[in-house]
Structures are given as structure tokens and as C-alpha cells.
């Protein structure tokens, strides 16, 4: 199946940084993938879908100039939590579309801790 | 819309203890349903589907039947141990992995030796 990776796994900076989340599909090329956000002990929320070589995709209440969302090839699509304050502190994590009838593979998140 | 209901935890066995996590869900038309796993500190992982009624999809001992009549797909396992111990998220979502899928809200599962 394919392997999605996300890099950094875990990143921690100071209030008002931006901070870019990678989310590579290693052996898939992907026109769709999904980036979710899941706060401490809560499920895992969609925020946007990201389309290759075109714009994301936000759910209702996704400020999309604060979650930047870049997809400028099938392998890769990055997420930047711009001017990043400690309630952007949470676990980010993507998802690949591989195919019809097949479900998401997911990449193992990448925790943000903003102080 | 669309919406998944699962059970509270968190949940604490004794390891070869049965389990069962209740899910149902509500949707238009006839989703695939899923049980995802979240070991810590981990993404998720996907632990088994069905993808149409009465289905029974099953993995690692691990079970789950898909009832349209009932809207359930309860995630059952016989004798549980202590490596079963991580989150578990029941889902459901479009025929295509381009559809969006909507989450329940986790039940944390804990196994004592």
C-alpha cells in the first residue's frame, strides 16, 4: 500500500513563527490529499483537501490565510501554520487518496507545540 | 449530515478480556464504514472497512459487521492483549478515498497484564 510520510514529526517554536508541515506520498502519486487536525483526547477534524496543481479545498471555519495549503506536485503537499500562536498547538495529520474504492492511507502526524 | 457515534472511554480490560466499542452512524445513501487505530503517539492506521451491508470486515482478530439495519458497525474482539492498547476511531466515508471521511470520536483502549 502506499506509505505517506510527514515530516517534521514533532516541531516546537515561539509564538508568531511559521511553521511548514511536509506530507509526502513515497510511492503513490497523489492528485488528492487531506490534511486533519486533532486536538489532545478529540477525533481527528478535516480541515482541507488539497488538490495537486490547483487551490485547497477548507472546511467551514478553516481561516485558509492562516493554513496555508501547497500542492505543487503528485508526491508532495505541504501545510504552513502561518504567525503560529500556542492555540495552533495540536497534532496535524495527512492523508493520501490512492484510488477508487480504497481507503485513505495516513502519515503519522506531526505534533506542534507553539510556546 | 453525515455523523458517527461511538462509545465513551476510556475503556480497561484484563488482557484475553472480550471487547466490543460500539459505533453507529448516520449518513445519506450507503457509506463504507471503517475502524481506525492510533497507537501513541502515532498516525492512524487503518484496522479494517466494509464496505457495503453485511459485510464483516476483520483483521488481527479484530471484527466488525456492517448492519444497515441497525446503522451499527460494532468493533468486537475475542481476547484482547496488551499491544490491543491505543485509540480506536470508527469512520465513515464515500466509496472513493477522494471522499471525505467523517470520524467518531475515539475510544481510548487500555489493557492491564
Known amino acids: 500500500g502506499a506509505v505517506v510520510s510527514q515530516h517534521p514529526s514533532w516541531v516546537i517554536c515561539k509564538s508568531g513563527t511559521s511553521v511548514k508541515i511536509e506530507c509526502r506520498s513515497l510511492?503513490?502519486?497523489?492528485?488528492?490529499m487531506f490534511w486533519y487536525r486533532q486536538f489532545p483526547k478529540q477525533s481527528l477534524m478535516l480541515m482541507a483537501t488539497?488538490?495537486?496543481?490547483?487551490?485547497?479545498?477548507?472546511e467551514q471555519g478553516v481561516e485558509k490565510d492562516k493554513f496555508l495549503i501547497n500542492h505543487a506536485s503528485l508526491t508532495l503537499s505541504t501545510l504552513t501554520v502561518t504567525s503560529a500562536h500556542p492555540e495552533d498547538s495540536s497534532f496535524y495529520i495527512c492523508?493520501?487518496?490512492?484510488?477508487?474504492?480504497?481507503?485513505?492511507?495516513f502519515g503519522d502526524g506531526t505534533r506542534l507545540s507553539i510556546l | 449530515g453525515d455523523s458517527v457515534t461511538q462509545m465513551e472511554g476510556p475503556v480497561t480490560l484484563s488482557e484475553e478480556a472480550f471487547l466490543t466499542i460500539n459505533c453507529t452512524y448516520t449518513?445519506?445513501?450507503?457509506?463504507?464504514l471503517f475502524w481506525y487505530v492510533q497507537y501513541p503517539g502515532e498516525g492512524l492506521q487503518l484496522l479494517l472497512k466494509?464496505?457495503?451491508?453485511?459485510d464483516k470486515g476483520s483483521n488481527k482478530g479484530f471484527e466488525a459487521t456492517y448492519r444497515k439495519e441497525t446503522t451499527s458497525f460494532h468493533l468486537e474482539k475475542g481476547s484482547v492483549q496488551v499491544s490491543d492498547s491505543a485509540v480506536y476511531f470508527c469512520?465513515?466515508?464515500?466509496?472513493?478515498?477522494?471522499?471525505?471521511?467523517?470520524f467518531g470520536s475515539g475510544t481510548r483502549l487500555s489493557i492491564r497484564p
Open positions: 449518513a445519506t445513501g450507503y457509506p463504507s
Open positions: 469512520a465513515l466515508g464515500g466509496k472513493s478515498s477522494a471522499s471525505k471521511i467523517i
Open positions: 488539497s488538490n495537486e496543481g490547483s487551490k485547497a479545498t477548507y
Open positions: 466494509a464496505t457495503k451491508a453485511d
Open positions: 510511492d503513490f502519486q497523489a492528485t488528492t
Open positions: 492523508s493520501v487518496e490512492v484510488g477508487e474504492a480504497q481507503p485513505q492511507h
